[in-house]
């Protein structure tokens, strides 16, 4: 018999943290294919779905695909919730070399504490971090010019937008920030970076898998 209720299969995140659970409610948000930051976002979950079958065979001696009901789950600090995302059917377009279908997110709302120390991910964390960075530098370096053309100078861009250039940046740099003009500090979803902040780090620390994902959808909401 299936099992009735989705499955939680991978959790990105603080295990502390795991949600008891994942509704069975419909999408709270989708990304579509026109969205600008489709295509890296497939290039990062596709990545992310694919790499648990490594450990699944090397530790266990057995994989098998993603169900259906299967979820990997994000966790996002600065919206105080998780995303629940089924990667079957987007695995299963790209084996048959087709697009995938647009990502359908279910959010979760968090009840956990106000400890930001850095999620753990011991030996992998280089991957997560190679990951992180690469979907947000193509993201931004996509767009950059566009916003220059319709901004004109960085101090005069939208907010998010400078606070998406001081996560670029700190992607250079280790992960961690990296300002050099005092005036490009900037504000997201409460949390705030300033050149005071030089050093600190942002991947895995300030903003987890999830907070990246809402980060890309704020951007690609502002007009340019």
Known sequence: ?????????????????????????????????????????????????SFLHIPEFYKDREVAGWRPDDCAVFQSRRAGKFIAWKPYETLSQLAHNLNPPDFEFVEIDASYSEDNSPAQFGAISH?????????????????????????????????????GKIVRDAMAHN??????????????????YSIADNGREVLNGDLLTGDLIYLLRDLDNEPR
């Open 1 to 49: 018999m299936g099992r009735s209720e989705n499955h939680i299969r991978l959790l990105i995140g603080r295990m502390e943290d795991k949600p008891a659970h994942i509704p069975n409610t419909p999408a709270s948000f989708l990304v579509h294919y026109s969205d600008e930051y489709f295509y890296e976002l497939s290039a990062y979950l596709t990545s992310i779905a």
């Open 127 to 163: 991957l997560f971090d190679s990951y992180g960075r690469s979907l947000i530098t193509s993201y931004y370096q996509k767009q950059q010019y566009r916003l220059r053309e319709y901004y004109g100078p960085i101090a005069s861009w939208p907010e998010v937008w400078r606070f």
């Open 175 to 192: 992960g961690r920030v990296h300002i050099s003009d005092e005036r490009l500090g900037a504000t997201w979803r409460g949390l705030s």
